[in-house]
């Protein structure tokens, strides 16, 4: 299904959207994407480093993965790394990674470092053929509490208010651990320039601190917004493994601290034309991954949305669970998970605690985490009989973050300018 339909349209009427709730939102490629490529920061002198990332992994206590592109193809590039203070340096050989995409060539490059001692302050940096580049802070997860910074769906028109949301909140949680995205980081997932404009807009954040992605429905759009696999994001995300033939890094769990994260993938509707079966996949790997868990706490993290809303001036479409919710909530309450997370539509919504469809204490608690780029839908939505608190309207881009102890998780969102809207604590 295509429309013939811009940005400005979109933004300024609300029931755009459903095309998007119906499969998928196509625009044609505006200029200001463009206009990233001209602001990208060239990192540190003489070494060829661009986007430069650290990625989650399934043990982030001892291990990190770290990403960068180069304008040129390198010569025996590596990372080089210390305890931070030190001296004694440490090298791993970095991989060519490389890949083409939206017709560019992309010089990638990859390296793992696994011996890392946990709880510890190290330092890294690019080097090769005798150049290094500047010192990068990588701090390993411990055993204690922490914090970290989530952010909803971040496509935007030109994501200048997604980098100024993700600047800010980073300078205002300075102790953050690590960053999530919700999924549709990108409006369109085939367009390098949208990429390395989002890059762009998490610079100075996503060297330091270990990034958790998900995938979105975004993610899969060509540059004809035609579904296709998501390749880009794919590539420049090497998440951890898992175990599956059919769809490595489409999802995948990871320790940190006392939680177990549980990252899911709601795209099988944009899939299974050329690989079917996701969602039963899913199904069977998220049991065998939660039980395996011996993490006190357990957290969900999904894409799509697990209510379905009724929609102003569209009486037909009724309020209810979606095929997510119908497909996953009856397992996260079997399986114990103590929060579920979701984004997609574009509005923070805590639903409170819900077991069996219903509102009940003893059920997971769902958040709904809202928008953090300029993709917004105003006046669109009527409340949902299970919504607790809901976002101040008309909606503004927000972020969340998390807090976890011993004894207790808290959520708080925050708007733009840092007012807290909403704060929710889980005990055990």
């Known amino acids: 299904m295509k429309q013939n339909m811009n940005r400005r349209t979109f933004i300024m009427g609300g029931l755009g959207a459903l095309t998007m709730l119906a499969g998928g939102m196509y625009f044609a490629k505006g200029s200001l994407y463009r206009k990233a490529t001209n602001s990208v920061r060239r990192l540190t002198g003489e070494v060829d480093e661009q986007f430069l990332r650290q990625l989650i992994t399934a043990d982030p206590a001892h291990s990190r993965t770290i990403m960068w592109q180069a304008e040129n193809v390198l010569e025996n590039p590596v990372i080089e790394y210390r305890r931070k203070g030190q001296e004694d340096l440490k090298g791993t050989s970095a991989q060519e990674?490389?890949?083409?995409?939206?017709?560019?060539?992309?010089n990638q490059y990859r390296a793992e470092l696994k011996d890392l001692e946990a709880d510890t302050?190290?330092?890294?940096?690019v080097a090769?053929?005798?150049?290094?580049?500047?010192?990068?802070?990588?701090?390993?997860?411990?055993?204690?509490?922490?914090?970290?910074l989530i952010f909803p769906d971040s496509q935007s028109s030109d994501y200048s208010d997604w980098e100024q949301l993700a600047q800010s909140a980073a300078q205002r949680h300075p102790e953050a651990a690590f960053f999530i995205n919700m999924g549709d980081i990108v409006d369109n997932g085939e367009d390098h320039t949208q990429w390395q404009a989002w890059f762009h807009g998490v610079n100075g954040l996503i060297d330091c601190r270990p990034f958790v992605p998900l995938m979105g429905n975004h993610e899969t759009?060509?540059?004809?917004?035609?579904?296709?696999?998501?390749?880009?994001?794919?590539?420049?995300?090497?998440?951890?493994?898992n175990g599956s033939r059919d769809f490595s890094r489409y999802y995948y769990s990871f320790d940190y601290g006392e939680v177990h994260f549980i990252v899911l993938n709601s795209q099988w509707d944009e899939t299974e034309a050329f690989k079917p079966g996701l969602m039963a996949e899913q199904l069977e790997?998220?049991?065998?991954?939660?039980?395996?868990s011996s993490k006190k706490w357990k957290i969900a993290l999904i894409h799509k949305d697990v209510l379905q809303y009724r929609i102003h001036n569209r009486p037909e479409r009724q309020e209810g669970i979606s095929e997510v919710g119908e497909a996953f909530?009856?397992?996260?309450?079997?399986?114990?998970?103590?929060?579920?997370f979701t984004a997609h539509l574009h509005t923070y919504r805590n639903r409170g605690h819900i077991k069996n469809f219903r509102r009940d204490s003893?059920?997971?608690?769902?958040?709904?985490t809202g928008v953090a780029g300029n993709v917004r839908y105003p006046g669109l939505w009527i409340d949902h009989e299970l919504d607790e608190v809901v976002a101040p309207q008309p909606e503004t881009d927000n972020y969340l973050t998390m807090q976890v102890t011993n004894k207790e998780i808290t959520v708080r969102c925050f708007l733009p300018d840092g007012q807290e809207i909403d704060k929710v604590t889980l005990t055990k």
């Open 362 to 368: 003893q059920g997971p608690l769902y958040i709904l």
């Open 128 to 148: 090769g053929s005798g150049a290094a580049g500047e010192w990068h802070s990588l701090r390993t997860a411990g055993k204690g509490a922490f914090e970290c």
């Open 221 to 241: 759009y060509d540059q004809n917004w035609q579904v296709r696999l998501p390749e880009a994001y794919l590539k420049y995300f090497a998440v951890p493994e």
């Open 285 to 292: 790997w998220l049991r065998k991954d939660a039980e395996g």
């Open 97 to 106: 990674d490389f890949f083409t995409d939206d017709g560019v060539k992309n």
């Open 329 to 340: 909530m009856p397992l996260f309450e079997e399986l114990g998970i103590d929060l579920v």
């Open 121 to 125: 302050d190290y330092e890294y940096r």
